[in-house]
C-alpha cells in the first residue's frame, strides 16, 4: 500500500517531527512490556503489573525482584533498526526531519544514525551509582546479576524514567518546543494513553497530524490521516 498524502507532505513541510512510542520498536524485536501479553506474563511469573514492578517504590522497595524483571524485559541491545527508524535518520539527513521524539530507551533511533533524538524515558545504555555519581555504560548491568553495585556500594541504577518519577524538564521542554514550531508531526507506535509524554500533543498547531497505530488513540479525531498499519511497512512504502 502506497500513501501520497504521507509522501507530498513529507516534501513540502518545513518542520517535520516524529514522536513516537513503543509499536516504533517492536518489530524490530523488543516486546511491548505494557501490552496485554507483557501484562500477563508479568502477572503470572511476578504477580505484579509492569507498571508497579517498574515503578520508583518498588525499585527503592524490592531492588533483586525489578532487576531480574529490568533484565528480562528491558534490557535488550542484541536487536537492529527497522525500515521505520532507518527512514528517520535518513529524512533527518535530508534535512526533511528537525527531531525524533520518543517515549522508548533502546537506542534504537540512534542506532539507525539519527542525531537530534530527544528521549523522554531515558535510556538503558546509560547508567549511575546513586551514591557517588559515577557512570556506567550497559555492560555492567548485563554482566551483574542481582543488585548492581558501583565501587563505592551505592546501586547502579539505569537512566530510565520509572513510574511515579517525573520526566527530565530540559528535554520534555525541547519536545515541546519542536512539536509547537512542526508544519508536519507524525505520530506512530503509540496508543498516546502514557502521560504527560501523551500531552504533548496539544502543543501541535501545525498543518498536518499524522497518526500511524494499529490500535484507536484518543488523538484519532484530530488527525489529518489515520493509519492503521505496521509503522516500519509504511515508512518502507514511501521510498526514502
Known amino acids: 500500500m502506497e500513501y501520497p498524502k504521507l509522501k507530498k507532505w513529507i516534501e513540502e513541510s518545513s518542520h517535520t517531527v516524529f514522536f513516537g ?11 511491548d512490556f505494557r501490552s496485554e501479553n507483557g501484562t500477563f506474563k508479568a502477572l503470572e511469573k511476578y504477580g505484579r503489573a509492569p507498571e508497579i514492578l517498574l515503578s520508583r517504590s518498588y525499585f527503592d522497595m524490592r531492588p533483586e525482584v525489578f532487576f531480574e524483571y529490568y533484565r528480562e524485559n528491558l534490557l535488550v541491545t542484541d536487536v537492529q533498526p527497522n525500515p521505520a527508524h532507518l ?3 535518513r529524512l533527518e539527513a535530508m534535512g526533511r526531519l528537525s527531531a525524533v521524539i520518543t517515549q522508548n530507551v533502546d537506542g534504537l533511533h540512534q542506532k539507525a544514525g539519527s542525531k537530534h533524538v530527544l528521549e523522554l524515558h531515558g535510556s538503558i545504555y546509560r547508567n549511575y551509582c546513586m551514591k ?13 546479576t542481582g543488585v548492581p553495585r558501583c565501587e563505592c556500594g551505592g546501586i547502579i541504577r539505569p537512566d530510565v524514567v520509572l513510574y511515579e518519577e517525573g520526566l527530565p524538564e530540559d528535554v520534555f521542554y525541547e519536545a515541546e518546543n519542536e512539536i509547537s ?7 506512530g507506535g503509540t496508543s498516546l494513553a502514557v502521560y504527560p509524554a501523551a500531552g504533548l ?3 501541535f498547531h501545525g498543518y498536518y497530524l499524522v497518526l500511524i497505530n494499529k490500535s484507536v488513540t484518543p488523538f484519532d479525531f484530530r488527525a489529518d490521516l489515520v493509519i492503521r498499519e505496521p509503522i516500519g511497512e509504511v515508512f518502507a512504502s514511501l521510498g526514502i
Request: proline share 3%; aromatic share 2%.
Open 87 to 89: 527512514a528517520l535518520a
Open 21 to 31: 512510542g513503543a509499536g516504533v520498536s517492536t518489530e524490530s524485536g523488543i516486546p
Open 181 to 187: 514550531k512542526a508544519e508536519l508531526l507524525i505520530v
Open 201 to 203: 500533543l496539544q502543543s
Open 132 to 144: 557517588c555519581g559515577k557512570r556506567y555504560d550497559v555492560e555492567k548491568i548485563q554482566e551483574t
